[in-house]
């Protein structure tokens, strides 16, 4: 990532997390319109999510690192490579830029900018279904950063994709996306009442990811040893 200045990452972090959630939002819109099979509907949600993730991870990674999400941002605050006083403000650009999404998917199918869902999602399975999701976004992105960093867009867009389907909850699996999806009485919606149960799993799942990474990822001795050898020859 080059040093863009701070201004520029939290706007880029804001745009990607509004193109973000106004796909995920406008997408289920258009599934609700067209058909009324659940199965289908949730297909027409995923693979444009998991495609729009790739293409903004690609594009915007470079400027902001590309978290849209303040679980991930979080986690990067935890390994030490996000100062806590930009976290802050990259977990409020996320918000924002989220909320801007739902209002933008409104905007284009004429329903109200905002809508509180009354959609239900609640309960331990959804909530451990959260978890799981979280968990699994974070290790497949700190895996990605050390083994193939160039695949990232592809391995987050693809994971996403499948943990629609594999999830009970379908993957919200973003405390930033979860709250803009509360404003949208739609096909992606979730009540308001729902959000600290998803959002408390969310950051549960995301940081137990990071913890496991940590130690399955970390150098072993014997490669340190090899690499200081190297380094002193």
Not at 43 to 52: E, K
């Amino acid at each position: 990532m080059d040093n863009f200045a701070l201004s520029r990452r939290l706007a880029a972090e804001a745009l990607g997390t509004g193109i973000l959630v106004a796909t995920v939002v406008g997408s289920g819109i258009m599934a609700e319109t067209l058909t009324k099979d659940v199965a289908l509907a949730l297909l027409c949600n995923s693979l444009p999510t998991g495609a729009i993730l790739v293409v903004l991870i690609t594009v915007l990674g470079p400027v902001s690192g590309a978290h849209f999400n303040p679980a991930v941002t979080l986690v990067f605050t935890g390994k030490r490579e996000l100062p806590a006083n930009e976290a802050a403000l990259y977990v409020i650009a996320q918000i924002a830029g989220g909320i801007a999404g739902t209002v933008a998917a409104h905007l284009m199918f004429a329903l109200p900018l905002l809508d509180l869902s009354t959609k239900i999602r609640t309960g331990r399975p959804q909530w451990f279904a959260e978890a799981v999701a979280a968990f699994g976004l974070v290790a497949t992105i700190l895996a990605g950063i050390r083994f193939q960093r160039t695949a990232v867009p592809w391995l987050v867009g693809l994971y996403i994709t499948a943990a629609y389907w594999f999830t009970a909850s379908t993957s919200f699996a973003n405390p930033a996306v979860a709250i803009a999806r509360s404003l949208t009485n739609t096909f992606s919606g979730i009540r308001p009442a729902d959000l600290p149960g998803f959002i408390l799993a969310e950051l549960c799942g995301a940081f137990a990811g990071m913890l496991l990474m940590n130690w399955l990822l970390g150098r072993s001795r014997a490669s340190a040893s090899v690499a200081i050898t190297e380094t002193t020859r």
